[in-house]
């Protein structure tokens, strides 16, 4: 079964930065669509970026285009997400998953951004 283990978050001032990782188990993520996820109390888990399967292109939403960064490394069977000029409203329990998931999640990192 897939396991997701989060890490790399915590408190920031706004403008700064922060590098998460996502180590994942029971399947390789070299075969798999992957997105970094956010979630906010109060609101659905939303998808913020995405790396496809194949060729290795990212998508991003809206909100974190030219903020953020997805990427992927084989060996360690780990995905990054790496996080320039936090703002407060990505403030959020961050997740990674296969796109498109609706269950078996990770315990998540959190990230607060300070204003």
């Known amino acids: 079964q897939a396991q997701f283990v989060e890490s790399g978050g915590g408190l920031v001032q706004s403008g700064g930065s922060l590098r998460l990782s996502c180590v994942a188990s029971g399947f390789p993520v070299s075969a798999y669509g992957m997105s970094w996820y956010r979630q906010v109390p109060g609101k659905e888990r939303e998808s913020v970026a995405t790396i496809n399967s194949a060729g290795g292109s990212t998508k991003y939403a809206d909100s974190v285009k030219g903020r953020f960064t997805m990427s992927r490394e084989y060996p360690k069977n780990t995905v990054y997400l790496q996080m320039n000029s936090l703002k407060p409203e990505d403030t959020g329990v961050y997740y990674c998953?296969?796109?498109?998931?609706?269950?078996?999640w990770g315990q998540g990192t959190q990230v607060t951004v300070s204003s």
């Open positions: 998953n296969v796109v498109g998931a609706r269950n078996n």
